[in-house]
């Protein structure tokens, strides 16, 4: 899903070839380098960007993401910055819920739910809720949430400006006598 800029190296009748610097070079469709009426857009030499499909044995580049591929692209970057997401409750069970973030499926455990212990994870089936990545892996196929983190960080912020390391209580002088008020 990374994008990347290179120089077409080499165009071929089915695959063509492209240095963006690596040690190898990435192979893209040549399908990819032309225009609808079949016509070249690019010749070798030209810079072009592509996004990297897979990374196994060869690298495979492609000009377009598909949808998934997009919103994985998206997802993982809220993932990298901690940004919220938004999804749906899709399914309940009792290992956790099921949810839909951009149209792709991910999964938040129940002891991630909420801070307090969950027992029926029923009544969040149909809301839609704000989370946070916790764990993105093959490329969006496996993708898990926590709101219990984002209730923690909230929590956290709402301390009056205290910091969540500072003690829960606040310094006071009350008729010259100095001593803890709890905050």
């Given at each position: 899903g990374d994008k990347i800029s290179g120089v077409v190296s080499k165009i071929g009748s089915e695959n063509s070839f492209v240095d963006f610097g690596g040690r190898s070079e990435g192979m893209i469709k040549t399908s990819e380098l032309k225009k609808g009426d079949g016509s070249a857009m690019f010749s070798a030499g030209d810079p072009v960007e592509a996004f990297v499909i897979s990374a196994a044995d060869e690298i495979v580049l492609?000009?377009?993401?598909?949808?998934?591929?997009?919103?994985?692209?998206?997802?993982?970057?809220?993932?990298?910055s901690g940004m919220p997401v938004e999804g749906k409750v899709t399914a309940a069970n009792k290992?956790?819920?099921?949810?839909?973030v951009q149209g792709v499926r991910a999964?938040?455990?129940?002891?991630?739910?909420?801070?307090?212990?969950?027992?029926?994870?029923?009544?969040?089936?149909?809301?839609?809720?704000?989370?946070?990545?916790?764990?993105?892996?093959?490329?969006?196929?496996?993708?898990?949430?926590?709101?219990?983190?984002?209730?923690?960080?909230?929590?956290?912020?709402?301390?009056?400006?205290?910091?969540?390391?500072?003690?829960?209580?606040?310094?006071?002088?009350i008729r010259?006598?100095?001593?803890?008020?709890?905050?």
């Open positions: 492609s000009r377009f993401l598909q949808k998934d591929q997009r919103q994985a692209d998206l997802l993982y970057q809220a993932y990298k290992w956790g819920l099921g949810v839909e999964f938040c455990p129940i002891s991630q739910i909420e801070v307090k212990y969950v027992g029926n994870t029923e009544n969040y089936r149909g809301q839609t809720m704000q989370f946070q990545i916790m764990r993105f892996r093959d490329h969006g196929r496996n993708i898990v949430l926590s709101r219990r983190a984002l209730i923690q960080a909230e929590a956290a912020g709402e301390m009056d400006g205290r910091k969540p390391t500072d003690p829960p209580y606040l310094p006071c002088d010259g006598r100095r001593g803890p008020l709890p905050g």
